[in-house]
């Protein structure tokens, strides 16, 4: 019976993947750049011919022997051809070369990577890119930009960019777990990632794994820490962590992980990886971030409700703001009921009056402010909500008013309001003359 990789793969890159096909249709994109490379592409086995060395199972029997016993353990089948990269970062790959239209593997292997993994370790890193390839992520890669002149990471808008930046951490705790099953030693699969992140071995890094991933429990219990320790690898304490909690699942054990003692049933086992990807999740840690972020949002609300007429630009700019500022998940933030939020926003007012200053103020203001200008007006409501809110905040009338000119000078109007009535009414005789 063929090993089920979906019953692997970690639930939220699944989540992810689900939305990015449906949301934002890659699918046709996808097969549109996969024809396109097929047809001009002159293959990336000629680069790796041209820049690395292959090695053969003469040359190299030890890679051999462990590609071998790696496709073994993953239950699938695949001829590889070898290439030895003249670096010594310790890194791998391993993709299927588009033309071809049979299962063939190219392996590639930076020296640094053979020199300094063991068979066991050897045997995770090769089963992590393998499984990247098994799970699919590989093929989304070409929604990554490579047109120098484009500033964007990807050819997706700013939404579908930031779920695919977040997906991608996702995807690396899928294929942790198939570098797992691959070596059947959560120890060793443990050492792989910290060489290939550091690239160091034994003799410069004790790597004691069991303090190390302990440190993941003190981390999640302290928001300053978090900041801190996420700052420049934001990725790599959760990964450990997650990759224990799959040893010691009821999953890994179903695919070839004999591990004594009890395990995590599935829903266990992902529960607790949630949790883990919750803790990098973007949004602010401190209170007084947190409670600018909800003073944005709210009061956005309520200035947008201010106008009978709520245009698409208005709710654009702030979903967007709260997004390119604060946290991935704008959505999450915002609350519609208008009666919720005068209930909320009074204790949100209070951190900021308490623990803020003047910035903090003017900050929330003047972008409440160009939220109100978005629809290329400033009507008397819009007004009357900022000045409830500024008054709130303990700011002057004269304060406001100048925040409010301020934000004008710098922004100017976003849109046309003569423009927005003409595209209302069109809307409307459209929708009529189509009823």
């Not at 097969?31 to 000629?46: K, P, T």
């Not at 016993?69 to 993709?95: G, K, M, R, W, Y």
């Not at 604060?326 to 009666?339: K, M, N, Q, S």
């Amino acid at each position: 019976m063929a090993r089920d990789w979906e019953d692997i793969r970690y639930r939220g890159d699944a989540a992810d993947v689900k939305e990015l096909f449906e949301t934002y249709r890659v699918g046709d994109y996808l097969v549109a750049f996969e024809e396109n490379r097929r047809r001009h592409d002159q293959g990336i086995r000629e680069r790796l011919l041209k820049h690395g060395i292959r090695l053969t199972e003469r040359l190299s029997p030890r890679i051999f022997r462990v590609f071998a016993e790696v496709t073994n353990a993953l239950e699938i089948t695949s001829e590889a051809e070898v290439f030895c990269l003249p670096d010594q970062d310790v890194n791998a790959f391993a993709i299927l070369d588009v033309r071809e239209h049979q299962t063939h593997s190219l392996i590639g292997l930076t020296a640094g990577a053979l020199e300094k993994l063991d068979d066991a370790e050897l045997k995770s890193i090769l089963g992590h890119e393998l499984g990247h390839f098994l799970f699919g992520h590989n093929r989304l890669n070409a929604l990554l930009t490579m047109d120098a002149s484009n500033p964007a990471a990807t050819v997706l808008p700013s939404f579908g960019e930031s779920l695919f930046l977040r997906w991608r951490k996702k995807a690396e705790i899928s294929a942790d777990r198939a570098g797992l099953l691959a070596c059947r030693d959560f120890y060793a699969s443990s050492r792989s990632l910290l060489k290939a992140t550091f690239g160091l071995s034994e003799k410069n890094l004790n790597l004691d794994i069991d303090a190390l991933v302990g440190q993941i429990d003190e981390i999640s219990d302290s928001l300053e820490m978090i900041d801190h320790v996420f700052a420049s690898h934001p990725l790599l304490p959760i990964r450990l962590k997650a990759l224990e909690h799959f040893w010691n699942s009821e999953k890994a054990r179903r695919n070839g992980c004999e591990k004594e003692g009890e395990h995590l049933s599935d829903k266990e086992l992902e529960g607790q990886v949630d949790a883990l990807v919750q803790l990098a999740r973007r949004y602010p840690t401190k209170p007084l971030s947190e409670a600018v972020m909800k003073a944005i949002a709210y009061g956005g609300v309520l200035v947008l409700g201010a106008d009978a007429n709520v245009g698409d630009e208005e709710v654009k700019l702030l979903v967007q703001l709260l997004h390119n500022i604060f946290t991935d998940e704008p959505e999450a933030v915002i609350i519609t009921d208008r009666e919720r939020i005068r209930r909320a926003l009074p204790a949100v007012v209070e951190i900021i009056n308490t623990e803020g200053g003047e910035s903090e103020k003017g900050f929330v203001l003047s972008q409440l402010a160009e939220i109100a200008l978005a629809d290329g007006a400033l009507v008397d409501s819009e007004r009357e909500t900022l000045l409830e809110i500024a008054a709130a905040l303990g700011v002057p009338e004269k304060h406001a008013y100048a925040i409010i000119v301020g934000t004008v000078q710098a922004q100017g109007f976003h849109s046309d309001a003569k423009l927005n009535r003409l595209a209302g009414q069109l809307r409307r005789s459209l929708h009529r003359d189509l009823a």
